[in-house]
C-alpha cells in the first residue's frame, strides 16, 4: 500500500504533475499518503490532477467521499469527473452547477464528462462543450483511464486544453472499440491515425 514514506521520497520539482485518482483517498494508508503527496506537490509549484474515480463499493458511505474527495478537489489545478462522481461531491446535487463552482473558485481546468453527451471544460473562465467520436463499443469499461492519458499526454506535449481533450476523447473511443483495459490503450501512432480519419460529433 501508498505510504507517507512512499511520496515523501518523490521529486516534486522536476514532476511535470502529481496525478492523484479517487480510489487512493478511499481508505488509509493511501488516503494520508495522497494528501501528503498534494502538500508536497503544491509547496512544489508541481500542478496536482484529481480523477475523482469514484467507485462505491471503496469507501464507507457516499457522504465520507463526498467529504474526502472535496477536499482533494479543492486542492487541484485539473479536476476530471462525470456527472455521477459530481453529484458525489456535490451531496447529490446538481453536479454541473459543483464543477462550475469549483472552476470559478479553486481550479483552473474541470472536466464534466457526460458520457455518450460528451463533456463540459471549465478553462480558466471560458467554457468548452465537446461532443464524443461515434463509435461501436465492444466494451465499457476502460474509457476512463484511456480518456485521461490522452488529456494529460496532450497537456504535457503543450496543446491547448481544447485539443488536449480532443485526444483524451479519441483515446476513450479507441480504447472501447477493442477487447481489454490496459492493453487497448493507443499508442501516439494509433491516436493519429484515429483522430486523422475520425470526426467528433458536435
Not at 496525478?19 to 499518503?33: C, H, K, N, Q
Not at 478553462?123 to 469499461?141: F, Q, S
Not at 476513450?172 to 499508442?187: D, K
Amino acid at each position: 500500500a501508498l505510504t507517507k514514506d512512499d511520496v515523501a521520497a518523490l521529486d516534486y520539482q522536476s514532476a511535470a504533475a502529481l496525478i492523484v485518482t479517487g480510489t487512493s483517498l478511499a481508505i488509509e494508508p493511501s488516503r494520508g499518503a495522497s494528501f501528503e503527496a498534494i502538500k508536497r506537490a503544491r509547496a512544489s509549484s508541481c500542478p496536482v490532477i484529481l480523477d475523482v474515480d469514484y467507485r462505491p463499493y471503496s469507501w464507507s458511505s457516499c457522504d465520507e467521499a463526498a467529504k474526502i474527495c472535496g477536499e482533494a478537489a479543492r486542492q487541484a489545478d485539473i479536476l476530471i469527473g462525470n456527472d455521477e462522481e459530481f453529484a458525489v461531491l456535490a451531496g447529490q446535487d446538481n453536479g454541473l452547477s459543483f464543477a462550475r463552482a469549483l472552476a470559478d473558485e479553486h481550479s483552473s481546468i474541470v472536466v464534466y464528462k457526460r458520457g455518450e453527451k460528451g463533456l463540459i471544460a471549465f478553462v480558466d473562465g471560458e467554457t468548452i462543450e465537446m461532443g464524443i467520436y461515434p463509435v461501436k463499443a465492444l466494451k465499457p469499461t476502460g474509457a476512463g483511464d484511456a480518456f485521461m492519458g490522452g488529456f494529460v499526454t496532450g497537456l504535457a506535449q503543450g496543446l491547448k486544453p481544447k485539443d488536449s481533450l480532443q485526444r483524451g476523447a479519441a483515446s476513450a473511443a479507441l480504447v472501447v472499440t477493442r477487447v481489454g483495459c490496459s492493453p487497448a490503450n493507443p499508442n501516439e501512432e494509433d491516436l493519429q491515425n484515429f483522430m486523422r480519419f475520425h470526426h467528433i460529433n458536435q
